[in-house]
């Protein structure tokens, strides 16, 4: 069973760097063809793909918000961060990570894994 937790802080000031982590037990996030997300979830909106990492490594960003996205991994702990910068009022959201297998997709209702969510808050 795949078990994924989302860890950082719940409140940001403007223009800092968001940084979270998802932890993942029960699956390795180097398995083949694996794709692990970060997904948002703004009031209101409906889930936003921010970014992705690949089982191999490679990353992939949502247009909109690649200048301000880094995704990360550390596979000797089976995880991966998400850091987001230049935080605004507006990035206010649930943050979640999410996992799935098999081919890469930007779309949050594929991804068959998530943790509970975090709720990130930005002060102005």
């Known amino acids: 069973q795949v078990q994924m937790q989302e860890s950082g802080p719940g409140l940001v000031k403007s223009s800092q760097t968001l940084s979270l982590t998802c932890s993942v037990s029960g699956e390795s996030i180097t398995s083949t063809y694996s794709y692990w997300a970060w997904v948002r979830q703004s009031p209101g909106k409906g889930l936003e793909w921010i970014g992705s990492?690949?089982?191999?490594?490679?990353?992939f960003y949502t247009p909109s918000l690649a200048s301000r996205t880094a995704v990360s991994r550390d596979t000797s702990k089976n995880r991966f961060t998400l850091q987001l910068s230049s935080m605004t009022p507006e990035d206010t959201a649930v943050y979640y990570c999410?996992?799935?297998?098999?081919?890469?997709?930007?779309?949050?209702?594929?991804?068959?894994?998530w943790g509970q969510g975090a709720q990130v808050t930005v002060s102005s």
């Open positions: 990492v690949s089982y191999s490594g490679g990353v």
């Open positions: 999410a996992g799935h297998g098999g081919t890469m997709t930007t779309m949050p209702y594929e991804y068959d894994y």
